[in-house]
């Protein structure tokens, strides 16, 4: 089980779900379509989930710079807001 | 569970340096460091020794010295010695001799080593949470300093079709059981040219292809061109200025295509190796320790330290020289500047970079495009090793030495094409690092009937002022 550390310092284990969150709606901050959106998003959180695999921990900064990462193949745009703007984590 | 988020130096730590890598890069200062009394740590994902003596200059230097026997029997008759019967390549013998290599470097030993010594060996991914605090397999560590050597991944080029046709590393190919009839190198750097001199002396029908316009490109342009003429002697087929664009599978074989100058050349092998480059592997939550990196590696000052100031970095991860020696001398400079007031810095103005093939080609120092580059005026003095007494008594007369020399003289870079060419090197290596005048080799003794008199005769043939 893969746990992040969170900003105010406790962990929790790692949600997926999370990460298709916060893509979906960095997605629909710069307008992408809801069905796009959430087709990145799920491609997204594969490659997250895929990075983390052999980690045990990680910062929920390095869970956003990694979505932030594999999102700029898709929508740089989203990346940017993803990396920058606190939108769900 | 709560942890420190201030990101201040933890009071108490659980040791004085945690080592990222056991390779040459890491294992080197955590020697040092245990040795001179402090509380070290490794942490290690893979094989203990790292890259070198498990993947990388032992083994395929065990796979040369068995080409150049082959080698060598094949011509025993050119000495008077009758050999019956044809020599062949025995794979499963050949990688249980290339296995012998490895396991007598002890690196199967390396975890039982460490312990013996004192140094904790931590298991599995590194990764940092803080710049204090490191995170494997869960668990979290803090240490007053950090030594990272995480050494490189291949750098797999983004060819359509190469990931759904599939591939081979060296790490693979060194595998081989069977090996292909056909074989592709991607890449014709050191790694490329290595395993083709492998492949080819033991029959397989091997391709390289390099993107830039010669083989060991970044060398002086002789030794590229010899190279490839040499390799096109043994029946390589060589394509230089030349870029694999499409790769697509074909029943069991394997389809590359090839661009040379806009002309595209389907070429149909058994297998594709990949030689083209490497990646430092940085993917150990360095952002949370504030180091800088980038795609080429860790950020570091001479002083091998990175911009987080109790963190340093050595070897292939720092994006330099990828050698075993620069490893291990960059992290004997980390290990004595971590604690210390008095800093050591890394020199690279004198260091030999060798490949393996037959002859053997080595150079050090600057090249003559970095010297243009540097707008440096300077002077050759070379020579051909055809005429050398050594060269007459083992029948091997390809070769050169070539020297640069400043107007002074001052030797400031060499390359040598020769049979023992990689130990050739250090008298020039030594030449530049204490920049010495090429004259002070020409008035020196050299063994006759030996290879390094080819130096001595390169060497005089520079105006010393």
Request: hydrophobic share 40%; proline share 3%.
């Given at each position: 089980?893969q746990?992040?550390v969170?900003?105010?310092?406790?962990?929790?284990p790692y949600?997926?779900?999370?990460?298709?969150?916060a893509?979906?709606?960095?997605?629909?901050?710069?307008?992408e379509p809801?069905?796009?959106?959430?087709?990145v998003?799920?491609?997204?959180?594969?490659?997250?989930?895929t990075w983390i695999?052999?980690?045990?921990?990680?910062?929920?900064?390095?869970i956003?710079r990694?979505?932030a990462?594999?999102?700029?193949?898709?929508n740089?745009?989203?990346?940017h807001?993803?990396?920058?703007h606190r939108?769900?984590? | 569970?709560?942890?420190?988020?201030?990101?201040?130096p933890?009071k108490?730590?659980?040791?004085d340096?945690?080592?990222?890598?056991t390779?040459?890069?890491?294992?080197?200062?955590?020697h040092?460091l245990?040795?001179?009394?402090?509380?070290?740590?490794?942490v290690?994902q893979?094989t203990?020794?790292?890259?070198?003596?498990n993947?990388g200059?032992?083994?395929?230097?065990?796979?040369?010295?068995a080409?150049?026997?082959?080698d060598?029997?094949?011509?025993?008759e050119?000495?008077?010695?009758?050999v019956?019967g044809?020599?062949?390549?025995?794979?499963?013998?050949?990688?249980a001799?290339?296995?012998?290599?490895?396991?007598?470097?002890?690196?199967?030993?390396?975890e039982?080593?460490y312990k013996?010594d004192g140094?904790?060996?931590?298991?599995?991914?590194?990764?940092?949470?803080d710049?204090w605090?490191?995170?494997?397999?869960?668990?979290r560590?803090t240490?007053?300093r950090?030594?990272?050597?995480?050494?490189?991944?291949?750098?797999?080029?983004?060819?359509?079709?190469?990931?759904?046709t599939?591939?081979?590393?060296?790490?693979?190919?060194?595998?081989?059981?069977?090996p292909?009839k056909?074989?592709?190198?991607?890449?014709?750097?050191?790694i490329?040219?290595?395993?083709?001199e492998?492949?080819?002396t033991?029959?397989?029908?091997?391709h390289i292809?390099?993107a830039?316009?010669?083989?060991a490109g970044?060398e002086?342009s002789?030794?590229?061109?010899?190279?490839?003429?040499?390799?096109?002697?043994k029946?390589?087929?060589v394509?230089?200025?030349?870029?694999v664009v499409?790769?697509?599978?074909?029943g069991?074989?394997?389809?590359?295509h090839?661009?040379t100058?806009?002309k595209?050349?389907?070429i149909?092998?058994?297998?594709?190796?990949?030689?083209?480059?490497?990646i430092?592997?940085?993917?150990l939550?360095?952002?949370?320790?504030?180091?800088?990196?980038?795609?080429?590696g860790?950020?570091v000052?001479?002083?091998?330290?990175?911009?987080?100031?109790?963190?340093?970095?050595?070897?292939?991860?720092?994006?330099g020289?990828?050698?075993?020696?620069?490893?291990?001398?960059?992290s004997?400079?980390?290990?004595?500047?971590?604690?210390?007031?008095l800093?050591?810095?890394?020199?690279?103005?004198?260091?030999p970079?060798?490949?393996?093939?037959?002859?053997?080609?080595?150079?050090?120092?600057?090249?003559?495009?970095?010297?243009?580059?540097?707008?440096?005026?300077y002077?050759?003095?070379?020579?051909?090793?055809?005429w050398?007494?050594?060269a007459n008594?083992?029948?091997k007369?390809?070769?050169?030495v070539?020297?640069?020399?400043?107007k002074?003289?001052i030797?400031?870079?060499?390359?040598?094409?020769?049979?023992?060419?990689?130990?050739?090197?250090?008298?020039?290596?030594?030449?530049?690092?204490?920049?010495?005048?090429a004259?002070k080799i020409?008035?020196?003794?050299?063994?006759f009937?030996?290879?390094?008199?080819?130096?001595?005769s390169?060497?005089?043939k520079?105006?010393?002022k």
């Open positions: 089980m746990h992040i969170k900003r105010a310092g406790h962990t929790e949600d997926e779900k999370k990460v298709y969150a893509v979906y709606a960095a997605c629909l901050s710069v307008r809801s069905g796009s959106a959430e087709l998003a799920d491609k997204v959180m594969t490659d997250v989930n695999e052999k980690k045990h921990e990680v910062t929920a900064n390095d956003r990694q979505g990462k594999h999102l700029k193949a898709y740089p745009d989203a990346s807001m993803l990396l920058n939108i769900v984590w | 569970m709560t942890y420190q988020t201030k990101h201040v933890p108490i730590a659980d040791f340096v945690i080592v990222i890598g390779g040459s890069g890491g294992g080197v200062g955590a040092m245990n040795k001179d009394g402090k509380k070290v740590a490794v290690e893979e203990m020794g790292g890259e070198c003596p993947y200059c032992i083994p395929t230097k065990a796979l040369l010295q080409a150049e026997t082959l060598t029997i094949n011509s025993a050119n000495f008077g010695i009758k019956s044809k020599a062949e390549v025995d794979y499963p013998a050949l990688k001799w290339k296995d012998k290599a490895v396991w007598n470097t002890g690196t199967h030993a390396g039982q080593s013996e140094v904790a060996v931590l298991r599995g991914h590194a990764h940092f949470i710049p605090t490191l995170s494997v397999k869960g668990k560590y240490a007053k950090f030594l990272i050597a995480s050494g490189t991944s291949d750098f797999v080029p983004p060819i359509p079709g190469l990931k759904e599939g591939y081979i590393g060296y790490r693979e190919a060194l595998e081989f059981e069977k292909p056909k074989l592709f190198i991607i890449g014709g750097g050191a490329g040219c290595e395993f083709t492998i492949f080819s033991f029959g397989v029908d091997v292809a390099e830039t316009e010669r083989l970044k002086d002789e030794i590229g061109d010899l190279i490839q003429a040499l390799f096109e002697r029946g390589v087929h394509h230089v200025d030349s870029k499409k790769v697509e599978k074909k069991a074989q394997k389809v590359v090839v661009d100058n806009g595209v050349t389907k149909t092998v058994d297998e594709i190796m990949l030689a083209a480059g490497k430092a592997n940085t993917d939550g360095l952002e949370n320790a504030g180091v800088e990196f980038s795609r080429r860790i950020k000052s001479r002083e091998m330290q990175t911009t987080t100031e109790h963190i340093y970095a050595a070897g292939d991860v720092t994006g020289y990828m050698f075993t020696h620069v490893a291990n001398y960059e004997r400079i980390a290990a004595q500047n971590m604690f210390s007031t800093k050591h810095h890394a020199d690279y103005s004198a260091v970079r060798c490949i393996f093939i037959s002859p053997e080609v080595a150079s050090v120092g600057l090249t003559e495009a970095e010297l243009k580059e540097k707008g440096i005026e002077q050759v003095g070379a020579t051909s090793t055809g050398l007494g050594r008594t083992s029948q007369d390809t070769g050169f070539k020297i640069l020399a400043n002074k003289g030797i400031l870079g060499a390359s040598i094409v020769a049979p023992r060419a990689g130990e050739m090197i250090h008298e020039l290596t030594l030449a530049i690092q204490w920049k010495m005048k004259s020409k008035y020196t003794i050299h063994a009937p030996t290879w390094n008199q080819a130096i001595r390169a060497a005089a520079i105006d010393c």
